[in-house]
T-cell receptor
Framework: GEEVAQTPKHLVRGEGQKAKLYCAPI?????VFWYQQVLKNEFKFLIS????????ETGMPKERFSAKCLPNSPCSLEIQATKLEDSAVYFC??????????????FGPGTRLTVT | RKEVEQDPGPFNVPEGATVAFNCTYS??????FFWYRQDCRKEPKLLMS???SGNEDGRFTAQLNRASQYISLLIRDSKLSDSATYLC??????????FGPGTRLSVLP
């Protein structure tokens, strides 16, 4: 598609429950990025993919968080056993290219996760 | 020192004013720079890329100063619709983006 699509828009989970978020990048974009934005506006990079391969996972918490981009499927970000501090808006972005020169990233509308 | 710093504001300016924001960065290896605007917890929307020679798009002008490691955004003839948070972003060794904390702008009637 012409825009990055993210589902669901809102997700409410009790502490300890699993949360799964989805992202479909712009058609033709081979890079996908996940960011977490908490209240103070700070964006935290989580993970990026080049097609279905992990490109950079330096921001990914070691526990509970996992992500995949499989062929012909939306990318997903999964949080096992959610905690209150996972409450945030999770943005997905896609770009044509990353690496030696970063191209513009285009963002999806985000998924607002509330952990109660 | 933080990787990317911005004055959080808010900058409260009257309609028609000219306002400028700076964004300083610490990674001298960064090659790509961008300005995004974000409205009220919605997704960041790309405003403009920032090139070494500086670039202009209508009322918006972006500059890059590599020697002093900052980028700037100038908005002329501010409109009410310019009220938003302005985020600078730069590449982190050519991989993910590092975002600044954002500068809030309120344009007042």
């Amino acid at each position: 598609g012409e825009e990055v699509a993210q589902t669901p828009k809102h997700l409410v989970r009790g502490e300890g429950q699993k949360a799964k978020l989805y992202c479909a990048p712009i058609k033709g974009h081979s890079y996908v990025f996940w960011y977490q934005q908490v209240l103070k506006n700070e964006f935290k990079f989580l993970i990026s993919f080049q097609n279905e391969n992990v490109f950079d996972e330096t921001g990914m918490p070691k526990e509970r968080f996992s992500a995949k981009c499989l062929p012909n499927s939306p990318c997903s970000l999964e949080i096992q056993a959610t905690k209150l501090e996972d409450s945030a808006v999770y943005f997905c972005a896609s770009s044509l290219f990353s690496g030696l020169r970063s191209y513009e990233q285009y963002f999806g509308p985000g998924t607002r996760l509330t952990v109660t | 020192r933080k990787e990317v710093e911005q004055d959080p504001g808010p900058f409260n300016v009257p309609e028609g004013a000219t306002v400028a924001f700076n964004c300083t960065y610490s990674n001298s290896a960064s090659q790509s720079f961008f300005w995004y605007r974000q409205d009220c917890r919605k997704e960041p929307k790309l405003l403009m890329s920032v090139y070494s020679s500086g670039n202009e798009d209508g009322r918006f002008t972006a500059q890059l100063n590599r020697a002093s490691q900052y980028i700037s955004l100038l908005i002329r003839d501010s409109k009410l619709s310019d009220s938003a948070t302005y985020l600078c972003a730069l590449d982190n060794y050519g991989q993910n983006f590092v975002f600044g904390p954002g500068t809030r702008l309120s344009v007042l009637p």
